[in-house]
């Protein structure tokens, strides 16, 4: 496997509360990614990073935010929790600019209760 | 809406047999790949074509790609248990730095 961990694996949080979710890569690739992953909608993309500080939004971006103070941590955070973000959450990373080739991190199963 | 959307759903084979996995998209793309997930785990890549591939081979992998029909298909030969995963279809899009992700088949293989 790629040198990709998550923190935490699973979460349980309640409505209303912040919860931060963190990729931590050690193959020094220059993009990041973070997507929700929900029965009947495939894997869909939150938001992205194409470098250190430079974040762009993806498709279901609404209610989440980034921060990317490093190249080898990428922080997904819920300011308030709803049940609508109970997902499983992946990182992906890639080097590859001209594919775009991701590697997968195991993901966090996050309940909102 | 999905750019990617792979087709069927669900397939249910026996062991040995082929599986072909479809996939139709909408925009031009530089490149398709294909990623599988085997339960509760991150997605793993397995092939990539070129838009001007038609056919790439690798194992018991063979993808094709139709770009005047905006389509791909996976096949697997010889099918094995450990087979039994979901498998996706990604697409670039011309000028993002990112891939979209089609909602997969999920593939059993029955021993």
């Known amino acids: 496997d790629a040198g990709i961990t998550q923190s935490p694996r699973h979460k349980v949080t309640e409505t209303g509360t912040p919860v931060t979710l963190r990729c931590h890569q050690t193959e020094n690739h220059r993009y990041m990614y973070w997507y929700r992953q929900d029965p009947g909608h495939g894997l869909r993309l939150i938001h992205y990073?194409?470098?250190?500080?430079?974040?762009d939004k993806g498709e279901v971006s609404d209610g989440y935010s980034v921060s990317r103070s490093k190249t080898e941590d990428f922080l997904l955070t819920l300011e308030s929790a709803t049940s609508s973000q109970t997902s499983v959450y992946f990182c992906a990373i890639s080097a590859d600019r001209a594919t775009y080739e991701q590697y997968f991190g195991p993901g966090t199963r996050l309940t909102v209760t | 809406s999905q750019q990617g959307e792979e087709d069927p759903q669900a397939l249910s084979i026996q062991e040995g047999e082929n599986a072909t996995m479809n996939c139709s998209y909408k925009?031009?793309?530089?490149?398709l790949q294909w990623y599988r997930q085997n339960s509760g785990r991150g997605l793993v890549h397995l092939i990539l074509i070129r838009s001007n591939e038609r056919e790439k081979h690798s194992g018991r992998l063979r993808v094709t790609l139709d770009t005047s029909k905006k389509s791909s298909s996976l096949l697997i030969t010889a099918s094995r248990a450990a087979d039994t995963a979901s498998y996706f279809c990604a697409t670039d899009i011309q000028g993002a730095q990112k891939l979209v992700f089609g909602q997969g088949t999920r593939l059993t293989i029955n021993p």
């Open positions: 990073s194409y470098g250190v500080k430079d974040t």
């Open positions: 925009t031009s793309i530089n490149n």
